[in-house]
């Protein structure tokens, strides 16, 4: 019985570890061994929000990033979260751009499983029905995920309901995603079998995170129900609030009997040069969690949690987490129990930040709670169920009224291409100052120079030289090998 692995270190590992900032360079000092491994996919950062992130923040060129990932890692399928967006935060442009995006993606050769979300914005009837042929379309697998909660109406039945809507639209999987870490050996012994049940015959993947410690042993009991792919990482991005070590579970599936075909040889390698970056750049390193009861009260994901500490300490409010994450509890009931995932999460922990910080509980409101009240994320999202006192009481605003009676823009394609460069600039140039809203942070990316390169087999001597430059007390080093010599003269020492 053979067990595969998809590989989540560069997009889901550096998101809930490292606030999605694996750079370009760490990721292509492994890239090439990484697609040696034997991983049925990884995944790597694709969509806007990724994309905004490398520009933003990391100064570097995505497109880039992605024509290197194509070229490094040929042999093995790359997949992301994707979907019928864009940007998932905002609303959705044309859809002739959403298609040219995907098609431009998927030509760097970076882009060739599709991981779609189902159930948490209504898009098994707002947009699996004209997403997933396009994605057909273009070559791309098409994998439909099923997010994981807890709630009175998240129940076994609800989730063999979701599998028998989605085994209708044909996908190459289906899988479990507990973004919170929130499953146990327990629930999975009930969860999985109804959904196998329901799933006719489609294969079912397992993904959750370490934030509670029981991954792994989800993981393997998984295994014995009947699941035979497992989303893991390549440690030092493994483990923490990241999905459990790609070698930790290869060995235990293997002691259960389960045949893993990987090369752990290589897996260690690519852990030991991870591991050297992590260290150079004093980047947090995976390690196993204690077990934490609270993680099941207010199921807000470690990626989430991640970019919330972050935030809080530009606002001088990090000592006021705790406070936070028990507010998000309330405002989620609130709200009717919306799954905690990517951008319903965030909403939550935004208004439960804002709670703390007024001190009063809804005196300011985000837009997006009202939306939520008006049904503009769809009945998956909970508004149905949610506060009725709540939803009156946002329904009731000013600004509800602004928000309702705003006109949808009917923006072409065309419109927004003219608006941002017109057709002297290049389709990715387009997209990316879309994203961007423009082109002055691109420039500023641009100005920064080349992405900074870590050491892998090609740049020993660059490194060293690197490293030569700080130590001014070192006049020459000097290199010999058989019969052949180099002498490498630091002249800073001068």
Known sequence: MDVHFVDTTFRDGSQSLWASGMRTGMMEAVAEIMDKVGFAAIEVPINGIYLKK???????????LLRMLGREMPKTVKGCMAGGFILPFEPPPPREMIELFYARVVATGAFNRAQLTSNTVDQVKRTFPWIIPIFRELGVQVVLALSYTISPRHTDEYYAQKTRELVTFKPDAIYVKDQGGLLTVDRVRTLLPAMIQHAAGVP???HSHCTTGLAPLVYLEGLRLGVRTLHTAVP????????????????????LGFSAQVNEGLIEEATRR????????????????????????????????????????????????????????????????PIMITPLSQFVVTQAAINIATEERYKHVIDELILFAQGVYGEDSGY?????????RLLSTRRAAELASRQKPNVTLQDLRAGLGGTAVSDEEFLLRYIMKGDQEIRTMRAAGQPKQYLNSALPIVRLLEELKKHRGVRYVSLQRCGDSLVLENRSAA
């Open 54 to 64: 490398f520009v933003r923040d990391l100064k570097e060129d995505p497109w880039d």
């Open 204 to 206: 079912i993947e397992l």
């Open 236 to 255: 030092p991005l493994a483990q923490g609030s990241s999905q459990p070590s790609a070698l930790n579970l290869v060995r235990n599936a293997r002691l």
């Open 274 to 337: 991870l591991t050297a970056i992590a260290r150079q750049e004093k980047l947090p390193i995976g390690a196993p969690l204690e077990y934490d009861s609270a993680q099941y009260i207010h199921q807000v994901p470690g990626g989430v949690i991640s970019n919330l500490k972050h935030q809080l300490a530009e606002m001088r409010m990090q000592d006021r987490l705790n406070e936070v994450l028990e507010e998000s509890v309330h405002v989620r009931k609130d709200l009717g129990y």
């Open 384 to 392: 149905t169920v949610m506060d009725q006192n709540l939803k009156d």
